[in-house]
């Protein structure tokens, strides 16, 4: 069964950083582009960044540029979003999701499987 599960939200300052895990069991990684999102209180889901399979091209919304990196690391299996200057605007419900032949594209329904979520929550 492929899943993907998300770790590393929690609590922290304004100013603060995270890193998020999306972790992958079932299928290989490697082989699709992952894409964060997330979904605040009384708001739709919005992308954040996404990682291609293909040549590794990344993209990121623009709330998010200069303070959000995405990475993975294909021998664990897994996609990190490192999240700095954290501000409360960031607070929201995470998501990692998973989608086969994808290019860098944060188009939410393109995406096939998708985490349960982790909670991150930006305030002093």
């Known amino acids: 069964q492929l899943q993907l599960v998300e770790s590393g939200g929690g609590l922290v300052q304004p100013g603060g950083s995270l890193r998020l895990s999306c972790a992958a069991s079932?299928?290989?990684?490697?082989?699709?582009?992952i894409g964060w999102f997330r979904q605040a209180p009384g708001k739709e889901r919005e992308g954040v960044s996404c990682?291609?399979?293909?040549?590794?091209?990344?993209y990121y919304a623009d709330s998010v540029k200069g303070r959000f990196t995405i990475s993975r690391d294909n021998a664990k299996n897994t996609v990190y979003l490192q999240m700095n200057s954290l501000k409360p605007e960031d607070t929201a419900v995470y998501y990692c999701?998973?989608?086969?032949?994808?290019?860098?594209?944060?188009?939410?329904?393109?995406?096939?499987?998708w985490g349960q979520g982790t909670q991150v929550t930006v305030s002093s």
């Open positions: 999701a998973a989608g086969a032949g994808l290019g860098a594209t944060l188009v939410l329904y393109e995406y096939d499987y």
């Open positions: 079932g299928f290989t990684l490697d082989y699709y582009t």
């Open positions: 990682i291609s399979n293909s040549d590794g091209s990344t």
